[in-house]
């Protein structure tokens, strides 16, 4: 298997987080870095090893020592950004939200399979041991009737907003708000265990800014239902769940730490596993694999997926009356 060198879109803390998990990874290797300011880009790059720096972007699409790229840019900018490294034959891999909405993702996967290249969303929780071990485990619980999921965390910078100072996270114009920064982590699951639910409702709680500070929605399926809360303005300590007919599956947070069966004759069973701490290493290693067994789809993390991710939150949006300027390009 072959090493892959990276260029990497981005200099906030995610990419820290990245980086530390990346830099562990043996085919994994940092060339580049680009940010609108040529010196951040040399400061950031310059801590993690990469040797080359760009604060233009076409320039870095097409520079010949890339052979990847990681995105962590503002949503807003997902789609265009990717769309110019994807005709530049680069692999992507695109931070969640894969963009603001379905046109843009449609847009992304065609210009991916256009160029013969991959397009993989980087969403971590699909891709870990523990939610495979559910995937693996699922049938246990016989009929599975409702699936739960919350992801309420009160956020940093909300504080800030408080102050009166809005930060990247609460900005409409970047296609932002708590559904796409982390109620996003509570659709993904639902859709890889289950599919795409028939119907949702929702509600949402707005801040002034424009942008959603929470909100829940309702799936239904046929039988069986879901319900997902997610917050950038409260913590909630609630376990995930999936309940069955026969038992059910209680995971102790959205990062799925820690899983166990609880079988109706009250029997335990718990079918985690140890994971790594920084768990952004498997979605680099399951983009970095599909790389090299020549793939050009993730089936852990698909094209189906990302779309059906998105649609249900646009139309999670239309139900709440979220809107972003990306929607109307």
């Not at 929470?214 to 950038?232: D, H, L, T, W």
Request: proline share 2%.
């Amino acid at each position: 298997m072959n090493k892959i060198k990276f260029g990497i879109i981005g200099t906030g803390k995610i990419v820290d987080n990245f980086l530390d998990a990346a830099l562990t990874h043996d085919k994994f290797e940092l060339v580049a870095v680009y940010s609108r300011d040529i010196k951040k880009a040399e400061e950031f790059g310059s801590k993690y090893g990469a040797t080359k720096f760009f604060d233009n972007l076409d320039v870095f699409a097409r520079c010949g020592d890339i052979d990847a790229v990681y995105i962590a840019s503002p949503n807003s900018f997902h789609a265009s950004q990717a769309i110019l490294c994807l005709e530049n034959k680069k692999h992507v891999l695109c931070e969640k939200p894969m963009a603001s909405n379905k046109i843009e993702v449609k847009q992304m996967i065609e210009k991916a399979q256009e160029n013969g290249v991959l397009l993989m969303e980087a969403m971590r929780i699909t891709v870990l041991p523990n939610f495979l071990k559910v995937k693996e485990n699922l049938h246990k619980i016989g009929k599975v009737r409702r699936y739960f999921a919350s992801y309420c965390q009160y956020s940093s910078r909300y504080d800030k907003y408080k102050e009166g100072i809005v930060l990247n996270a609460f900005k409409r114009e970047l296609s932002n708000g708590a559904l796409m920064d982390i109620g996003v982590y509570c659709i993904h699951p639902m859709i890889s265990l289950f599919g795409k639910p028939n119907g949702v409702v929702s509600q949402a709680v707005f801040l002034e800014s424009g942008v959603d500070g929470q909100g829940s929605a309702m799936f239904s399926y046929e039988g069986a239902s879901g319900m997902i809360m997610y917050s950038k303005i409260s913590d909630s300590k609630l376990p995930l769940e999936i309940q069955g007919e026969e038992g059910t599956i209680i995971i102790d947070n959205i990062l799925f730490n820690s899983v166990k069966i609880v079988y109706r004759d009250g029997r335990e069973e718990v079918i985690s596993i140890k994971q790594r701490d920084n768990d952004m290493y498997y979605e680099l290693d399951e983009f970095i694999n599909v790389i090299n067994s020549n793939e050009r789809e993730s089936m852990k993390n698909s094209y189906k997926n990302s779309l059906m991710a998105i649609e249900l939150m646009d139309k999670i949006r239309n139900q709440i009356g979220l809107e972003y300027p990306a929607d109307f390009k």
